[in-house]
């Protein structure tokens, strides 16, 4: 049974810093991609930033220059690095892993994680 379990999320004020972390358990196989992405109330949910297995990363343009990510392949791990963060930042984000077990694509998802950015 694969697991992703997600942490750091919060309340945090505008400008402030939060570190979002992303860990799988289980029998995930080798995973290509990870990536972040957020959800906001009454709108749909969106890319925020996602890495592949070669190192390749793409960010929303909304967070570029303010957000980084990062991952630790040998803990199956994804990080969020989010700095400057912004009232419309605000929101409940959810890790994806795209992995290849058994020449079959897998596509797991987190619980997901609030972050809250507010005075």
């Known amino acids: 049974q694969v697991q992703l379990v997600e942490s750091g999320g919060g309340l945090v004020q505008p400008g402030g810093s939060l570190r979002l972390s992303c860990a799988a358990s289980?029998?995930?196989?080798?995973?290509?991609?990870m990536g972040w992405y957020r959800q906001a109330p009454e709108k749909q949910r969106e890319l925020v930033a996602h890495?592949?297995?070669?190192?390749?990363?793409n960010y929303a343009d909304s967070v570029k220059g303010r957000f980084t990510i990062s991952r630790d392949n040998a803990k199956n791990t994804v990080y969020l690095q989010m700095n400057s963060l912004k009232p419309e930042d605000s929101a409940v984000y959810y890790c994806?892993?795209?992995?290849?077990?058994?020449?079959?694509?897998?596509?797991?998802w987190g619980q997901g994680t609030q972050v809250t950015v507010s005075s």
């Open positions: 994806k892993m795209e992995a290849r077990r058994a020449g079959i694509r897998w596509d797991y």
């Open positions: 890495i592949t297995s070669g190192g390749t990363i």
């Open positions: 289980g029998s995930i196989g080798s995973i290509n991609v």
